[in-house]
T-cell receptor, first 115, second 111 residues
Framework: GAVVSQHPSRVICKSGTSVKIECRSLDFQATTMFWYRQFPKKSLMLMATSNEGSKATYEQGVEKDKFLINHASLTLSTLTVTSAHPEDSSFYIC???????????FGQGTRLTVV | GQNIDQPTEMTATEGAIVQINCTYQ??????LFWYQQHAGEAPTFLSY????GLEEKGRFSSFLSRSKGYSYLLLKELQMKDSASYLC????????????FGQGTELSVKP
């Protein structure tokens, strides 16, 4: 149990376009999901907390207009990188926590390359 | 602010024991997690400590001292497949499960 599916696993896009990344909890309901960004050989940096049915809470320094987060249902959160630029190239990972469980479970991650 | 420190790199020999330390200074504490991450993959859960003491799970053990802001992950009978990055993460109190991660320790296991 407690499977989190993230899609796509890899995406290459042109500079200026937008990319949507999906995070789904397959066998549990997640009222809260988290979005992280990870640079090579660095740790996970929390970008935002996504709450079902309400606006996401962004960490300091993260542009909310650039990284649009939508948590439309208890099993789906999406991150849209708008007007992507090469500096947005990174590994993006979501996590979800089931109510009553201690640990958060991570999606497989999305490798975004902006050319 | 939040601060979590781990050594950047460690090297150990197959079959040996290695201890990865983590110190933290955070505003509020509601548990400490250890995750394993192989290159290009998502982190996988290893252990969780919220009370002081040692938690043992097979070849992996994790220790916590809340008064010292200190934890360690102990890996026994090292195998080559244990070569990975090990992430220490603190869950903040009353922030909906938010985790703050350390920079990770890259462990290389040599034959």
């Amino acid at each position: 149990g407690a499977v989190v599916s993230q899609h796509p696993s890899r995406v290459i896009c042109k500079s200026g376009t937008s990319v949507k990344i999906e995070c789904r909890s397959l066998d549990f309901q997640a009222t809260t999901m988290f979005w992280y960004r990870q640079f090579p050989k660095k740790s996970l940096m929390l970008m935002a907390t996504s709450n079902e049915g309400s606006k996401a809470t962004y960490e300091q320094g993260v542009e909310k207009d650039k990284f649009l987060i939508n948590h439309a249902s208890l099993t789906l959160s999406t991150l849209t990188v708008t007007s992507a630029h090469p500096e947005d190239s990174s590994f993006y990972i979501c996590s979800a926590q089931e109510v009553g469980r201690t640990e958060a479970f991570f999606g497989q991650g999305t490798r975004l390359t902006v050319v | 602010g939040q601060n979590i420190d781990q050594p950047t790199e460690m090297t150990a020999t197959e079959g040996a024991i290695v201890q990865i330390n983590c110190t933290y200074q955070t505003s509020g504490f509601n548990g400490l997690f250890w995750y394993q991450q192989h290159a290009g993959e998502a982190p996988t859960f290893l252990s969780y400590n919220v009370l002081d003491g040692l938690e043992e799970k097979g070849r992996f053990s994790s220790f916590l001292s809340r008064s010292k802001g200190y934890s360690y992950l102990l890996l026994k009978e090292l195998q080559m497949k244990d070569s990975a990055s090990y992430l220490c993460a603190v869950r903040l109190y009353n922030q909906g499960g938010k985790l703050i991660f350390g920079q990770g320790t890259e462990l290389s296991v040599k034959p």
